[in-house]
């Protein structure tokens, strides 16, 4: 077991970074990877831990940051080119490995992503159930409570006595909602507009989110800055008691939620630099890459000492082969 490779990818998700838990669940020899080895791989594309050697790292990195965009996990298959077509079941991504080496092997790429995240501001019954509705959710909820004692609240594992969003993380998977009864609501709601929260959300009446937003224009926040504030917040349910509040909020969440929004940061579906071994095929960073040719003014990476040297005998033929 790679216990250290676990407690990194522990670790990244407490704090909330996205990555590609890698784990090979197949091999046949002489592949340099073996059963159960595990490594994390995050947005940039960089590895902690052990998969396998030059022909299969570039492979798996490139499907991981695929897995990162769509949230989808994917089994890859690498293996010889004559044996891909069997192995190309629903679901499997098939990579010929196209080295010397005639081993094979299959890695699970499991996607773990920022889960959507409530920051409810205030003490109230709106507050306390909606705290309780997002952890059932599954989604993380922390609770902000002016009422500065913790211990007193009905979720004391979300609950900080701070409005320093900062502190957080807040990003765009983020919902930050205010419900200070009017108490702090546009101290509350300034400190959201600093940070990079997906929805910001002012759970008042309509008379008094004015009164909010004219009080905020003194302070000189903008009129473009306050379009991120959806006040009131919630679902127009009419006239509905404080605790069934944070239902209607919940509903407006889980439908903004469906249509792309509260998602975490953008993950790019390919290294800039990502290159071709011109051989055999493989994905090749060129920035990590040992072994380099030139040819007619440039230079040419390859992902093994075997693809350069047969490169390096035939450059016309090796090249046109791989186009």
């Not at 200070?180 to 002012?202: K, M, S």
């Not at 008042?204 to 504030?229: H, M, N, W």
Request: net charge negative; glycine share 10%.
């Amino acid at each position: 077991m790679d216990v250290d490779v676990l407690a990194d990818a522990v670790a990244r998700a407490s704090r909330r970074e996205p990555f590609v838990l890698a784990t090979v669940v197949w091999r046949r020899g002489p592949s340099s990877g073996h059963v159960g080895s595990k490594a994390v791989i995050d947005a940039n594309g960089i590895v902690q831990g052990w998969l396998g050697g030059a022909c299969a790292a570039p492979t798996v990195v490139r499907e991981a940051r695929a897995a990162m965009v769509d949230g989808q996990p994917r089994l890859v298959f690498l293996g010889q080119p004559d044996e891909l077509d069997q192995r190309a079941d629903a679901g499997t991504v098939t990579v010929p490995m196209a080295c010397e080496s005639e081993g094979a092997m299959e890695v699970y790429l499991e996607p773990v992503l920022p889960r959507p995240r409530v920051v409810a501001i205030g003490r109230s019954p709106a507050v306390s159930s909606l705290a309780s509705l997002t952890i059932a959710l599954g989604w993380d909820a922390v609770v902000i409570d002016d009422g500065g004692n913790a211990d007193d609240h009905p979720h004391p594992g979300v609950v900080r006595t701070t409005l320093d969003l900062g502190e957080l993380g807040v990003d765009r998977s983020t919902a930050v909602v205010v419900a200070t009864q009017g108490n702090y609501d546009e101290d509350a709601i300034e400190a959201a507009l600093d940070t990079d929260a997906g929805y910001i959300g002012l759970v008042s009446s309509g008379k008094r989110a004015a009164s909010a937003f004219d009080l905020l224009r003194r302070r000189g926040v903008s009129d473009e800055q306050l379009s991120r504030v959806v006040a009131p917040a919630g679902l127009d349910l009419g006239a509905i008691e404080n605790a069934e509040i944070a239902v209607a909020v919940l509903a407006d969440l889980v439908a903004r939620r469906a249509t792309g929004q509260l998602r975490g940061p953008a993950v790019p579906s390919a290294a800039p630099t990502e290159v071709f071994d011109p051989v055999c095929g493989m994905a090749v960073d060129p920035l990590a890459a040992r072994h380099r040719s030139g040819h007619e003014g440039h230079e040419v990476v390859f992902c093994s000492a075997a693809c350069q040297s047969a490169y390096d005998a035939d450059p016309s033929a090796r090249r046109s082969a791989a186009d």
